[in-house]
């Protein structure tokens, strides 16, 4: 299997899906391993906002949503066309945390932009990617 060199909005696109998904890990491993002195110290609307419980399944698509996602937007650097099974995967993940949230979590309207956002993005990254496989960009 041949490939073409991808344009420039390729690698464009590609970094930013990396700092993008970069942040989503980030924000997982804050929560995971903010200390108590951590909690204590935030804002009390943000600290009630990260005392809240979720399941064990809830935190587990959360780190598949940000960690395949990542790697998703790691292999797009690495024209590797596995890319795409990680950014479905990645999809799926951050599409069943959401909807729990939207489901079991009042949100005022400002407070839903960044998940719809991030779904929106998502899936934009399943597209581009399965784009890259189709364009011969990624092998």
Known sequence: MT???PPVW??????LALIW???GVMAYLGK???TDEMIAAMPEEARAEFLMEFPAWYTAAFALAVFCG???ALSLLL???WAHILFVI???GAIIQHIYLF???EMALAQLVMPILVIIVCLFLVYFAKNAITKGWVN
């Open 90 to 92: 990645s999809a799926l």
């Open 3 to 5: 490939t073409t060199k």
């Open 70 to 72: 990542a790697l998703g």
């Open 32 to 34: 995971a391993f903010a």
């Open 21 to 23: 998904n970069g942040l």
């Open 79 to 81: 024209r590797k066309k």
């Open 103 to 105: 489901i079991n979590v």
């Open 10 to 15: 390729f690698w464009i696109i590609s970094v």
